[in-house]
């Protein structure tokens, strides 16, 4: 909006979120050149408020970036001392040995983490070499320069009227300039989603594919506890309906970690995401587990999962996309931390290298290749193809191509070549009239929930007075042509009950519940008509998980 006028900041880089890959940037840089100007702008509350805690980290990129970091107090307390792998039906589950599968697929040496409280600790490191960490601070816009270049970004308005427009109470915001943009807002980032489509990122690649994950925190009997223990499942309840699997993380104090992973290429639109994970816990392997304990946090977001193929370009004039805003995730080992910590890193050298030479707002095309030929390109291509396969050929046939191509690609040569995504996730959505509707079983409010009361274990606030950050391109459609052809899938895919068709006088209405939002993006993703679009609330507001 060229007539709001606002106060401007100078920085050497402005970063664009605190999560993992962020807060390596800010450190690296600070790291090569104390005296360089950074900032990091946080939309949650706090750093690590938006961060679904849970997660097996790889510390090779922690490795890389503070060597010492053992002796500097990271939180990583609990490694990993045993790996199962399970294939379920809907009574029992055959164990999958660990000796067939490829090396990369091993935990040993990896760590049972909160990735929150991982972000709290690299947070307190920024800060003591230097790096100014903003929380709160939502970035609305991107500022360009005269020539096109990414020049900054609109941080901190607060105070929208309930329209969208500035009113006698809102507060601007101010823009912080920088001579580059780090964008490492993570899955389907505003900003990096308009840079991707803006300078056509995508040219070339493969179409972004997604899952949606809900996670639970849970407090189980201690004599059912054994902490370092990693388990993975695949199949039931899911079977053919859609891909995906479990895992469950045994960390300290009697937690544990009971995740939930749904491929959005599903075709039925009657699938509901949320329920499958909810009934997966009725399996008598995961009930006996959590029988006795009690749920403390609950959460959810996408994940990305076109994997090597499918990262688009990762700079621009000025700008460069970090971590999962690109799509670093492996998709088989589930991780995807490592890779955003040395994305930040490499392009913080690339930026400092540029800094030096007095260049500015031009591509780091230095970035771009770290990336792709160096440790992250080397993780993604190993397993490009685990994703395609189990798209096109289903679970079974994928988990043994699947690992033969991950065992030849160790070798260093694949006999599939690198094989292709097919459609979005979006237009995977076939209509209504050819599926049967899925009757899911009812919560029963000990082991499984409904939505709305898993929602209030995430925390999540949105003050009521300010604008719907959920976008509608036609509000027509979802009655018009939604409802008809897809039964209105909005109602199910999304894990945070924000979608719902209510029956009035005149017939249905489409209700967006966006006080319910948790962030995870799934609506702007699997849409099959492309018309939700996910903005920015102002700064603060969404989830704030704890600090488990």
Same mark, same amino acid.
């Given at each position: 909006m060229?007539?709001?006028? #606002?106060?401007?900041m100078?920085y050497?880089?402005?970063? $664009?979120?605190?999560?993992?890959?962020g807060?390596s940037?800010?450190i690296r840089?600070?790291?090569?050149?104390?005296d360089?100007?950074?900032?990091?702008?946080?939309?949650?509350?706090?750093?690590g /408020?938006?961060i679904?805690?849970g997660?097996?980290? !790889?510390?090779?990129g922690?490795d890389?970036l503070i060597?010492?970091?053992?002796?500097?107090g /990271?939180p990583?307390?609990?490694?990993v001392?045993e790996?199962?792998f399970?294939?379920?039906g809907e009574a029992?589950?055959? #164990?999958?040995?660990?000796f067939?599968?490829p090396?990369l697929?091993?935990n040993?040496?990896?760590y049972?983490?909160s990735m929150?409280?991982v972000?709290?600790?690299?947070?307190?490191? /920024?800060?003591?070499?230097?790096v100014?960490?903003?929380p709160?601070m939502a970035?609305?816009?991107l500022v360009?320069?005269?020539?096109? =270049?990414?020049k900054?970004?609109?941080?901190?308005v607060f105070?929208?009227e309930?329209d969208?427009?500035?009113?006698p109470?809102?507060?601007?915001?101010?823009?912080l300039?920088?001579?580059?943009?780090f964008?490492?807002?993570? $899955?389907?980032?505003?900003?990096?989603?308009?840079?991707i489509?803006?300078y056509?990122l995508s040219?070339?690649? +493969?179409?972004q594919?997604?899952?949606?994950?809900?996670?639970?925190?849970?407090?189980?009997?201690?004599?059912?506890? &054994?902490?370092?223990?990693?388990?993975h499942?695949?199949?039931?309840?899911?079977? @053919?309906?859609a891909g995906?699997g479990?895992?469950?993380?045994?960390l300290?104090?009697?937690?544990?970690?009971?995740?939930?992973?749904?491929?959005?290429?599903y &075709?039925?639109p009657?699938?509901y995401?949320?329920m =499958?994970?909810?009934?997966?816990k009725?399996?008598?392997?995961?009930? +006996?587990l959590l029988k006795?304990g009690k749920?403390? /946090?609950?959460g959810? #977001?996408?994940?990305?999962e076109?994997?090597y193929?499918s990262?688009?370009?990762?700079?621009?004039p000025?700008?460069?996309?970090?971590?999962?805003?690109?799509?670093?995730v492996?998709?088989p #080992?589930?991780k995807g931390?490592h *890779?955003?910590?040395l994305?930040?890193?490499?392009?913080?050298?690339?930026?400092?290298?540029?800094?030096?030479a007095?260049?500015?707002r031009d591509e780091l095309?230095?970035?771009?290749t770290d990336?792709r030929?160096?440790a992250?390109?080397k993780d993604l291509?190993?397993?490009?193809?685990?994703k395609?396969? %189990?798209?096109?050929w289903?679970?079974?046939?994928s988990l043994?191509?699947g690992?033969?191509?991950?065992w030849?690609?160790?070798?260093?040569?694949s006999?599939?070549?690198?094989l292709?995504?097919?459609k979005?996730?979006?237009?995977s959505t076939?209509?209504?009239?050819k599926?049967?509707?899925?009757?899911?079983?009812?919560?029963d409010?000990?082991?499984s929930?409904?939505r709305?009361?898993?929602?209030?274990?995430?925390?999540?606030?949105?003050?009521e @007075?300010?604008?719907?950050?959920?976008?509608?391109?036609?509000?027509?459609?979802p $009655?018009?042509v939604n409802?008809?052809k897809? !039964?209105?899938?909005?109602?199910?895919y999304?894990?945070?009950?924000?979608?719902?068709i209510?029956?009035?006088? !005149?017939g249905p209405?489409f209700?967006i519940n966006?006080? *319910?939002?948790?962030?995870? &993006?799934?609506? !702007?993703? &699997?849409?099959?008509?492309?018309?939700?679009? %996910?903005?920015?609330?102002?700064g603060?507001?969404?989830?704030n998980?704890?600090?488990?």
């Amino acid at each position: 909006m060229a007539e709001i006028e #606002r106060e401007a900041m100078e920085y050497d880089v402005v970063i $664009v979120g605190a999560g993992p890959a962020g807060l390596s940037a800010a450190i690296r840089l600070k790291q090569l050149d104390a005296d360089l100007n950074v900032v990091v702008l946080e939309k949650g509350s706090e750093v690590g /408020a938006h961060i679904l805690s849970g997660a097996v980290l !790889d510390p090779c990129g922690l490795d890389a970036l503070i060597p010492d970091w053992k002796e500097k107090g /990271a939180p990583l307390n609990t490694p990993v001392n045993e790996d199962n792998f399970y294939m379920l039906g809907e009574a029992g589950k055959i #164990r999958v040995p660990n000796f067939p599968m490829p090396p990369l697929m091993n935990n040993h040496g990896n760590y049972i983490v909160s990735m929150g409280n991982v972000c709290r600790w690299m947070a307190e490191q /920024a800060e003591e070499l230097g790096v100014e960490i903003f929380p709160g601070m939502a970035c609305s816009e991107l500022v360009y320069g005269d020539n096109g =270049e990414v020049k900054g970004v609109v941080a901190g308005v607060f105070g929208l009227e309930a329209d969208g427009s500035y009113g006698p109470n809102t507060e601007p915001g101010m823009e912080l300039h920088g001579k580059y943009v780090f964008l490492s807002e993570g $899955v389907r980032g505003s900003l990096s989603k308009e840079v991707i489509a803006k300078y056509d990122l995508s040219a070339g690649k +493969e179409v972004q594919k997604y899952g949606v994950g809900m996670k639970e925190i849970w407090e189980i009997d201690p004599a059912k506890h &054994k902490e370092g223990t990693v388990t993975h499942t695949m199949g039931w309840p899911l079977g @053919s309906n859609a891909g995906g699997g479990s895992f469950i993380y045994h960390l300290e104090n009697n937690q544990v970690y009971v995740g939930f992973v749904v491929h959005l290429n599903y &075709k039925n639109p009657h699938l509901y995401p949320y329920m =499958e994970f909810q009934r997966f816990k009725h399996h008598p392997m995961v009930a +006996e587990l959590l029988k006795g304990g009690k749920r403390v /946090a609950y959460g959810a #977001r996408a994940i990305t999962e076109g994997g090597y193929q499918s990262m688009p370009k990762l700079v621009a004039p000025g700008v460069a996309l970090l971590g999962c805003s690109a799509g670093m995730v492996n998709v088989p #080992r589930i991780k995807g931390n490592h *890779n955003a910590m040395l994305s930040g890193k490499a392009a913080a050298e690339a930026a400092f290298d540029a800094i030096k030479a007095e260049r500015s707002r031009d591509e780091l095309t230095a970035y771009e290749t770290d990336v792709r030929d160096g440790a992250i390109g080397k993780d993604l291509k190993k397993v490009r193809n685990v994703k395609p396969m %189990w798209s096109k050929w289903g679970l079974m046939p994928s988990l043994a191509l699947g690992g033969l191509d991950m065992w030849t690609n160790t070798l260093g040569f694949s006999l599939f070549g690198t094989l292709g995504h097919g459609k979005n996730d979006a237009d995977s959505t076939e209509e209504a009239s050819k599926h049967k509707p899925i009757d899911y079983p009812k919560p029963d409010g000990t082991l499984s929930f409904d939505r709305l009361t898993n929602v209030s274990f995430a925390m999540t606030n949105h003050e009521e @007075s300010q604008p719907c950050h959920l976008h509608l391109a036609d509000p027509e459609i979802p $009655v018009k042509v939604n409802m008809p052809k897809f !039964d209105e899938p909005a109602q199910r895919y999304c894990p945070a009950g924000v979608y719902e068709i209510v029956e009035d006088e !005149d017939g249905p209405r489409f209700v967006i519940n966006f006080q *319910n939002c948790v962030h995870c &993006k799934t609506c !702007d993703i &699997k849409d099959p008509s492309q018309n939700i679009t %996910w903005t920015t609330p102002q700064g603060g507001d969404g989830p704030n998980y704890p600090n488990m």
